[in-house]
C-alpha cells in the first residue's frame, strides 16, 4: 500500500507562532510582518518546488499579494491566543512528476475553497537530500476566515468546534485519498501502464482496512494489514538515525538503529517488507499453478493430471526459490554441467536401447505435438550440450534466460516428463532444469 500522510495543524499566537513567519517559510518567501515590525526572509531556503494561491471566485486582487493577504490574516484576529492559520500536511505519491504533483495540490486547494470559503496558500516540498528521496509533500495554509470581496470576514467554526471539527477532518482525509488515487490513475495512462501497476492510498485506520479485507473475502490483504500503525520518529530521533544510516553507508555496514523509536520503525519495516515479498510469491505461485493447468488441459490431460502438473510447478518454483537464499545468484553453466554428467551416466546403462527408446518415445507423441515441437534428432545430452554452448558463448550479463524464454523452457520440461510418463519411465529430479 502507497504511504498515506493527511495532518492538519493550527498556528496559534498563543505558541508565539504567527501566520507570516509560517507562510515565509513554506514558500521560501520574504514577507514583512506589520504586526510584528519583523521581515521574515527564507528566499534562500532549498527544496521548494512549487509554489501556489488559490482563492474564492469573488475575492478581491490584492489577495494574490502573499504578503497583503497574510497581514490581512493577522490583522484580522484580536486576541492574543487567536488561531490565524490553518496547515494540512500531505504527502505526494512520488510516482507523479512535477506537473501531477501541481496539478494534485491545487487540487486539494480548491476542495478547501469551495468547501470552506477561504484563501489557500500551497507549497510543495522536494525530499531533504538526505532522507527519503520518495519524500515528496506540501504544505497548505489556509486562512482560519472566509475571503469574501470585501476582504477577510466570518471565522470557519465548523472546523473550530470539536462537535463538527472531527467529522470535517475525516472528510476532507477521504477526499484527499481519493484525489490521490485518481492521479495515480491518470498516471498509469498516460504511461501506458497496466491497470493498478502502482499503488493506491487508503485513509481509514488499519482496523477499518482489515474489517473491509475480510469483508470482501482478501484473507491475504487482510494479514498484510495485521500490524500495529508505525510509531513517529520526531525530528531529533530521525536526525539521530539519518546520521546513523549516512555512517552505516560510509563504513561498509548494515544500518542498525541507535534509538528506541527508531529500532521499532526499522523492525516494523523489515517485518511489512517480508510480509509483502511473501504475499508477491503466494500470488506468484497461484498465477503459475493457474497457467499451468490450464495449458495441461488444453494438451489435452484430465483434471487430475493437469492439477499434479501444476502443483509439481509450483513446487518446482519454491524449490528454485529456495536454492537461491541458501546459495544466491547461481552460474546456468554450472547447473548444466551437473545435469549433463547425470545425464550422461544414465545414458551409458542404457546403452544399444537408448536409441530404439528414443524412436518410440518420438512415436508415442501426440501428432499435433510433434508439429508444434519437432523431434531434431538430438538426444536430452545433446540438447543440454547444446545449451551449455549456447550459455559460454553468451556476452556478460545474458546468461539469465527472460521471462519468456523460462517459461518456454518450462513448458518443454513439462511435455519432456508426459512423455516420458508415457513410456513407462520417470524423470528423476537430477534432469528437471
Request: negative net charge.
Amino acid at each position: 500500500m502507497a504511504s498515506y500522510h493527511c495532518q492538519v495543524k493550527t498556528v496559534k499566537r498563543s505558541a508565539g507562532r504567527s501566520a507570516t513567519a509560517s507562510v515565509a517559510y513554506r514558500t521560501a518567501s520574504r514577507i514583512a510582518c506589520e504586526r510584528e515590525g519583523r521581515v521574515h526572509d527564507y528566499t534562500r531556503k532549498a527544496g521548494v518546488e512549487a509554489v501556489l494561491i488559490v482563492l474564492p471566485e469573488d475575492a478581491p486582487e490584492w489577495a494574490r499579494d502573499r504578503e497583503r493577504l497574510w497581514n490581512a490574516a493577522e490583522a484580522a484576529e484580536r486576541r492574543g491566543n487567536s488561531v490565524v492559520a490553518r496547515e494540512w500536511e500531505l504527502a505526494l505519491p512520488h510516482e507523479l512528476d512535477r506537473a501531477g504533483r501541481c496539478e494534485l495540490v491545487e487540487a486539494f486547494a480548491g476542495r478547501l475553497v469551495e468547501r470552506y470559503g477561504v484563501a489557500v496558500d500551497a507549497a510543495i516540498h522536494a525530499p531533504h537530500r538526505e532522507g527519503d528521496q520518495r519524500n515528496w509533500h506540501a504544505h497548505v495554509m489556509a486562512t482560519t476566515r472566509e475571503l469574501g470581496p470585501e476582504g477577510l470576514g466570518a471565522k470557519t467554526r465548523v472546523l473550530d468546534v470539536a462537535k463538527t471539527g472531527g467529522p470535517e477532518i475525516a472528510l476532507m482525509r477521504e477526499a484527499w485519498a481519493g484525489l490521490q488515487n485518481a492521479a495515480l490513475e491518470r498516471a498509469e495512462r498516460e504511461r501506458a501502464l497496466e491497470a493498478g501497476s502502482l499503488d493506491r492510498v487508503d485513509h481509514r485506520s488499519l482496523e477499518a482496512q482489515r474489517a473491509a479485507a475480510m469483508g470482501r473475502g482478501d484473507a491475504l490483504g487482510a494479514e498484510a494489514l495485521e500490524r500495529a500503525p508505525e510509531v513517529k520518529l520526531g525530528p531529533a530521533a530521525n536526525a539521530m538515525e539519518r546520521q546513523a544510516m549516512r555512517e552505516a553507508e560510509a563504513e561498509g555496514r548494515d544500518y542498525e538503529p541507535i534509538t528506541e523509536r527508531g529500532a521499532q520503525v526499522h523492525a516494523a519495516r523489515t517485518a511489512r517488507e517480508r510480509l509483502a515479498e511473501l504475499q508477491r510469491e503466494v500470488r506468484e505461485r497461484l498465477e503459475l499453478a493457474r497457467e499451468t493447468y490450464a495449458e495441461a488441459r488444453e494438451e489435452g490431460l484430465g483434471p487430475v493430471s493437469a492439477g499434479l502438473a501444476a502443483l509439481r510447478a509450483a513446487a518446482e518454483q519454491d524449490r528454485e526459490r529456495a536454492r537461491e537464499r541458501e546459495a544466491g545468484p547461481q552460474d546456468v553453466r554450472e547447473r548444466l554441467r551437473a545435469i549433463l554428467g547425470r545425464q550422461a551416466e544414465r545414458e551409458a546403462e542404457q546403452g544399444p536401447d537408448r536409441e530404439l527408446g528414443r524412436s518410440a518415445e518420438r512415436a508415442a507423441r501426440p501428432e499435433h505435438e510433434r508439429d508444434r515441437a519437432p523431434d531434431d534428432g538430438r538426444s536430452l545430452t545433446e540438447r543440454l550440450r547444446a545449451a551449455l554452448d549456447g550459455a559460454r558463448s553468451a556476452p556478460p550479463g545474458r546468461e539469465l534466460r527472460t521471462e519468456a524464454e523460462e517459461r518456454a523452457a518450462e513448458q518443454e520440461r513439462r511435455r519432456e516428463m508426459e512423455r516420458e510418463r508415457s513410456l513407462g519411465r520417470e524423470l528423476d529430479d537430477g534432469l528437471e532444469l
